[in-house]
C-alpha cells in the first residue's frame, strides 16, 4: 500500500518520519500518471460511456431488464359472485367475456329460501308498524294521565325491538340479492316472487362461468367471476440479484400496450422451487392489450435514467466500501467515484462525474488498481 509521509516532532528530541496509508478520499483525488506504452504493456484498454435512454434502449443491450411474467387480476378490480340462498339457477343473462354495466341482471336463482324471507319481512314490518302505533297512543295515554309511565316505557322498547327485527330482516334480504328497489317492491303477500335476480355490483367483464341452467347450488357457491380490467398486473420472476435492482416506480413496457406501467411491489421470500422473486406492475388501459392468465415478456427500466451512463461491468471496482472507474484524460488515469445503479446484462449503470463518450478503464483494471493503491510500480514498456 501506497504510504504518506509527514514530519512528527517530539519535545526534546528529534525529527521523525510518520507513516500512514492513503485514505479514500486521497486515492479517489490522485491521479495515475501512465503513459501509451505502460497502458499497452498492462494490457489496459478502454470503452466508451453511453448515455442511458432506458425507454428507447433495445432488448439485450444491458439498458433494461427483460423479464417473463404473468396477467392477473388485481384482488381489489375482482368480484366473486356467490350464490346467497339455496335453488335452482333458472337463468344465466350473461356469457364469459362480455362486459357488462354496473346494476346490469347476471343470473336469476329460483329457491323456496327466498320466500320464507318475503315472508318473515313482510311479518317484521306489520310487527313493527303494530308496535309503533301502541307506542304513540300510549304515549298520549300518559300525557293524560291514564297510564303510567312504566307502561309508557314498555311499549317503547316493544317498538324499539320491532324496529330492529324489522331492518334484520332487510338485511337478510339484502343478503340474499335483492336491491333496494326490490325490497321496495314488497308490500303484503301478494308482491313475493319465488326467484331473486343478482347485479354486478360494478362495470367490468365475466372472465369465468362456474354453474349452468338448470344447476343447484347451496349457500356460498361460485356462480361467476366478474372483472374490472381497466388496470391489471403483471406478476414477473426475477432472479435475486435482478430484484435487487428493481424499486417500486420502474417503468415496464409491454408489446401492443399503448402505455407504460410501472413496479409497485417485490415479494420478500423466494419462491422455493424456482428460486426467483415475484415482482408486481400495475399496467393502466390494460383492457385492450393483456388478458388475465396471458403469458408475456416484460421490459423493466429505471424509473429516472437521467445523469446515468452504461459502462462495461468490468470497469467497476471496489475500494474502501465505494465503486470506482478509472477515466482515462492527457495526464494518464483519474479514479473518478460512482453509484452503482444497477448491473445487467454485463452493463453498469452508473452515476457520477462521467460524461458521455468518456474512455474507461475496461480491462488490465488489476495493474492500474495495484499502481493507484501504490502496491507495485506501472508496468514498463519492454
Known sequence: ??????????PGLFLVLCVGPLSAADTSAQKIPMNAAQLQAGGVTFSATKPVDAGVAPAGAGYSLR?????????????????????????????????????????????????????????ARARAQLASSRAQRD??????????????????????????ALRAQSQMLRLAGFSEAAL???????????????????????????VTAGQSVAVGDPLLRVA????????????????????????????????????????????AQSQTLTVRAEMPRAADCLAP????????????????????????????????????????????????ERRAGGSAWVRGNLPPGAQVASSGLAAIKGSWLGLGAAPQAP
Not at 500500500?1 to 517530539?10: D, E, H, W
Not at 432472479?239 to 411491489?265: L, Y
Open 1 to 10: 500500500m501506497r504510504m504518506t509521509f509527514s514530519q512528527c516532532a517530539l
Open 139 to 164: 304515549q298520549q295515554l300518559n300525557a293524560e294521565g291514564i297510564i303510567s309511565r312504566n307502561r309508557l316505557l314498555e311499549s317503547q322498547a316493544a317498538a324499539t325491538e320491532a324496529e330492529a
Open 228 to 271: 374490472s380490467l381497466d388496470r391489471l398486473w403483471i406478476e414477473m420472476q426475477a432472479t435475486r440479484e435482478q430484484a435487487q435492482g428493481i424499486a417500486a416506480g420502474d417503468a415496464v413496457a409491454v408489446a401492443g400496450c399503448p402505455d407504460a406501467g410501472r413496479v409497485i411491489a417485490s415479494a420478500v421470500l423466494l419462491d
Open 293 to 340: 392468465n396471458q403469458f408475456v415478456e416484460a421490459q423493466v427500466s429505471p424509473r429516472a435514467a437521467t445523469g446515468l451512463v452504461a459502462v462495461p461491468e468490468a470497469s467497476v471496482v471496489q475500494h474502501a466500501g465505494g465503486s470506482h472507474v478509472f477515466l482515462r484524460d492527457a495526464e494518464g488515469l483519474q479514479p473518478v467515484a460512482v453509484k452503482v
Open 184 to 210: 321496495a317492491r314488497i308490500q303484503d303477500a301478494g308482491d313475493i316472487a319465488p326467484a331473486v335476480t343478482l347485479a354486478a355490483p360494478r362495470a367490468g367483464r365475466v372472465l369465468q362461468q362456474s
Open 67 to 123: 423479464l417473463s411474467g404473468r396477467v392477473v387480476v388485481p384482488n381489489a378490480a375482482l368480484d366473486q359472485v356467490l350464490a346467497p340462498v339455496e335453488g335452482r339457477i333458472e337463468a344465466l343473462l350473461v356469457d364469459p367475456g362480455q362486459n357488462v354495466r354496473a346494476g346490469q341482471a347476471l343470473v336469476r336463482i329460483r329457491s323456496a329460501q327466498v320466500l320464507e324471507l318475503q315472508s318473515e319481512l313482510i311479518g
